[in-house]
Every structure is written in structure tokens, then in C-alpha cells.
Nanobody
Framework: QVQLVESGGGLVQPGDSLRLSCVVSGGTFSNYGMGWFRQAPGKERELVAVISRNGDWKNYADSVIGRFTISRDNAQNTVTLQMYSLRPDDTAVYYC????????????????????WGQGTQVTVSS
């Protein structure tokens, strides 16, 4: 059974940076597409960024392009979301997720493809 544990959330001011990490146990991490999603109060859970098994393909939500970077370390079973220039509308619970049946080439962005989820970590951007 795949388990995902996020860390790194917190309260920051607009313009600050934050780094989220997700450690995955169970199964073979390098076989999974990985993603970060977020859910703000009263809103649907939405894509933030996804990354393919080997890191060659990445996809980002339009709202975070140029500000967020997703990466992975298959030796450490870790996927990371580096966030810069944070804005109040980035406030949400951020979830790490695994696609255990990923594409051979490319990466899937649809939430339904990700069957294993972490418990989430709160990111609050406020002055």
C-alpha cells in the first residue's frame, strides 16, 4: 500500500517562498507519476503540478507557471514543490498524489488518475 506524507506548509507573507516535500513509501516510487494538487475552502481540488516517472515531463496549472517548480528524487522517494512569489490566492491545503498507472510517455494531469493521496499540508499566504 502506497503511503504519502507531506511536509513544509505554513503561514507566509505575500511574495515569500515555501518548499513542500512529499515522501512516498510502499511500492516502487520510480514507477509512479506524481502530482501536487490543492484545495481552497469552498473550492474543488485542483491541479498544481505533475511530473512523470523519470521527471522528463511536467505540467503546471496556468496560475503557477513561472512561480512554482515540481521536482522528484527517485533515490529518496521524494517529490518536491518549490513555490516562489506566493500570493494570497495560493492559500489552500496542498496534497501530494501518486498515479500508479502512469503513461509510458508523458504525464497525466487529471485528478481522477491519482488514486493515492497524502493527508495534506496547509499553506496560508497572508499579510
Amino acid at each position: 500500500q502506497v503511503q504519502l506524507v507531506e511536509s513544509g506548509g505554513g503561514l507566509v507573507q505575500p511574495g515569500d517562498s515555501l518548499r513542500l516535500s512529499c515522501v512516498v513509501s510502499g511500492g516502487t516510487f520510480s514507477n509512479y507519476g506524481m502530482g501536487w494538487f490543492r484545495q481552497a475552502p469552498g473550492k474543488e481540488r485542483e491541479l498544481v503540478a505533475v511530473i512523470s516517472r523519470n521527471g522528463d515531463w511536467k505540467n503546471y496549472a496556468d496560475s503557477v507557471i513561472g512561480r512554482f517548480t515540481i521536482s522528484r528524487d527517485n533515490a529518496q522517494n521524494t517529490v518536491t514543490l518549490q513555490m516562489y512569489s506566493l500570493r494570497p490566492d495560493d492559500t489552500a491545503v496542498y496534497y501530494c498524489a501518486a498515479d500508479q498507472k502512469p503513461l509510458l510517455l508523458g504525464v497525466r494531469s487529471e485528478r481522477a488518475a491519482y488514486k493515492s493521496w497524502g493527508q495534506g499540508t496547509q499553506v496560508t499566504v497572508s499579510s
